[in-house]
T-cell receptor, first 115, second 115 residues
Framework: NAGVTQTPKFRVLKTGQSMTLLCAQDMNHEYMYWYRQDPGMGLRLIHYSVGEGTTAKGEVPDGYNVSRLKKQNFLLGLESAAPSQTSVYFC??????????????FGPGTRLTVL | AQSVTQLDSQVPVFEEAPVELRCNYSSSVSVYLFWYVQYPNQGLQLLLKYLSGSTLVKSINGFEAEFNKSQTSFHLRKPSVHISDTAEYFCAVSDPFRGAQKLVFGQGTRLTINP
């Protein structure tokens, strides 16, 4: 049982390049989330999904797109990377109810640098 | 909108000393409260949470937090810390009346244990 995994662990992009971050969970969770972590700012929610085929915007969605074609996977895309998107990206998932009392399970993170 | 303030960005303490990590939140409605811990180079893990009932909640590794509604605080304490407690600690809130759990995180407190 791997929990939540993220691919890749590290990536360096040039401004304007595109990339996709993959998040996978094997806990059969309905809800999945993408966060970014910046120094001194904690984690901020980018997008989330309440089930296969659904996505919704979080607090800082601009410049990102997401897809949830399969229940176990949640993809985060950067169409045209900017230096302001340099950050550590965390994926998380939570149980079927996804209610406010849920526990979120986090992946190990992807460190992205945009030059 | 909800917000969370962690009053200390860094807290250095000696091993076996007590520690308190402070967290205040602002919300006009009831909230659920969480403490997550991030060990070096790992994702976040739930440490403890307050949903309702007893205002004092405890974790399995000796941490405890007390919900104080009048002071809108949820401070984390441990009577005697160990080297292994070195980590970054995040306080978070969620709105009980929302369908999806949109966590709002504080800025984080880096706890450093000195031998």
């Amino acid at each position: 049982n791997a929990g939540v995994t993220q691919t890749p662990k590290f990536r360096v992009l040039k401004t304007g390049q595109s990339m996709t971050l993959l998040c996978a969970q094997d806990m059969n969770h309905e809800y999945m989330y993408w966060y970014r972590q910046d120094p001194g700012m904690g984690l901020r929610l980018i997008h989330y999904s309440v089930g296969e085929g659904t996505t919704a915007k979080g607090e800082v969605p601009d410049g990102y797109n997401v897809s949830r074609l399969k229940k176990q996977n949640f993809l985060l895309g950067l169409e045209s990377a900017a230096p302001s998107q340099t950050s550590v990206y965390f994926c998380a998932s939570s149980y079927f109810a996804g209610g406010p009392e849920d526990t979120q399970y986090f992946g190990p993170g992807t460190r992205l640098t945009v030059l | 909108a909800q917000s969370v303030t962690q009053l200390d960005s860094q807290v250095p303490v000696f091993e076996e000393a007590p520690v308190e990590l402070r967290c205040n939140y602002s919300s006009s409605v009831s909230v659920y409260l969480f403490w997550y811990v991030q060990y070096p180079n790992q994702g976040l893990q739930l440490l403890l949470k307050y949903l309702s009932g007893s205002t004092l909640v405890k974790s399995i590794n000796g941490f405890e937090a007390e919900f104080n509604k009048s002071q809108t605080s949820f401070h984390l304490r441990k009577p005697s810390v160990h080297i292994s407690d070195t980590a970054e600690y995040f306080c978070a809130v969620s709105d009980p009346f929302r369908g999806a759990q949109k966590l709002v995180f504080g800025q984080g407190t880096r706890l450093t244990i000195n031998p």
